[in-house]
């Protein structure tokens, strides 16, 4: 595929060589996140962070939270204007349109709006809200718009709830235009049917080189979502620095069970690992019968060890504590990788 036109805001840039995001969507008013809430997001490996309003809200709450924000941020748009220009006023880095929802003279304003402050506008559409045309037509005609006022920083998305018609539809649209693509699978299931399924179609664009920046759009927390998506792209070798994880399922040999010590130290490894900037692998074992052995290769790894538990460097035993110091020991451990 041939490489994707350059778009950019004031901290977020694609197409081109640029890397290929990673997106997520607050499930809650904006309002109820603090500044460590969404940086925890961005440790786990989120790139862009994608928000809605519903109803009223005070504009100093806006642009506080837009100012404020550690990670760039697309505010969702569906049929009221204002939002879009207020957002746009307090130097959000871009925002998504659903062309079948607005006015022309809505959508004429809201480019302008983004053209005077350097921002991104995404043209996204989903089988449901289209009703009697075809959403590529719809797409391709607010191109026309946008380009009618000479602005070219576009991103499109096109999705579905059905794995094969989001295939031939980001398919279709990737031939047709040199814009950059936001891909993923809208409306995709709980966190395990969905993340099979969107990773499916995931793969099989990514493989063609289609997309840009990609979301999973889960039942789930955003966390889960992040995490699927940072996991896909890593695997597919489109991300250098991140946690890799070597988990045991755990079995009755297990000194603890690795699933609800990784669950309760996870934010805590994000962000010590985020700081180091640099592929990581960590191996939570159960027991000694396989765990040292399997996870020799791992930078840094904890193996249960009869009523202890050790921790490993390159298959070296560096330390062996009880379950409640664990925590802490494990977290030393990390932060020494230099």
Do not use: W
């Not at 989120?46 to 760039?72: C, H, M, N, T, V």
């Not at 959508?107 to 991104?120: G, M, P, T, V, Y």
Request: proline share 2%; glycine share 8%.
């Amino acid at each position: 595929m041939p490489t994707k036109r350059i778009v950019s805001s004031k901290s977020i840039t694609m197409g081109g060589k640029a890397p290929i995001s990673v997106q997520t969507m607050l499930k809650n008013s904006f309002t109820s996140y603090s500044y460590d809430d969404l940086f925890i997001l961005k440790c786990y490996g989120a790139d862009i962070l994608r928000f809605s309003i519903k109803g009223e809200y005070r504009g100093d709450e806006l642009k506080k939270f837009i100012s404020s924000s550690p990670i760039s941020l697309v505010l969702d748009v569906k049929n009221i204007k204002k939002q879009a220009i207020d957002a746009l006023k307090y130097g959000i880095d871009a925002i998504r349109i659903n062309p079948s929802l607005l006015t022309k003279n809505d959508i004429i304003e809201i480019i302008k709006a983004a053209s005077d402050n350097r921002a991104i506008i995404r043209i996204g559409t989903n089988d449901g809200s289209i009703k009697g045309s075809d959403p590529i037509e719809e797409i391709i005609k607010t191109i026309e718009i946008a380009e009618s006022l000479s602005f070219n920083n576009l991103v499109l998305s096109i999705k579905s709830s059905s794995v094969e018609r989001t295939y031939s539809l980001y398919s279709k649209l990737d031939s047709l235009t040199p814009y950059p693509l936001h891909i993923g699978l809208t409306e995709s299931g709980d966190r395990i049917g969905g993340t099979v399924r969107s990773t499916i179609v995931l793969y099989e664009l990514l493989k063609k080189g289609i997309g840009n920046t990609i979301r999973y759009s889960l039942a789930g927390s955003e966390k889960d979502e992040v995490r699927a998506g940072t996991e896909l792209l890593a695997t597919l070798g489109h991300k250098q620095n991140y946690l890799n994880l070597v988990i045991c399922p755990s079995c009755d040999r297990a000194t603890f069970n690795t699933g609800v010590f990784y669950n309760k130290i996870s934010d805590e490894l994000f962000r010590i690992t985020y700081a180091l900037k640099k592929k990581i692998t960590l191996a939570i074992m159960g027991c000694t019968l396989n765990g040292i052995g399997e996870g020799k290769e791992a930078d840094i790894g904890i193996s249960g060890c009869g009523d202890k538990i050790v921790i490993f460097k390159k298959g070296n035993i560096v330390d062996k504590v009880d379950y409640n110091s664990l925590s802490d020991a494990l977290k030393k451990q990390i932060e020494s990788i230099a």
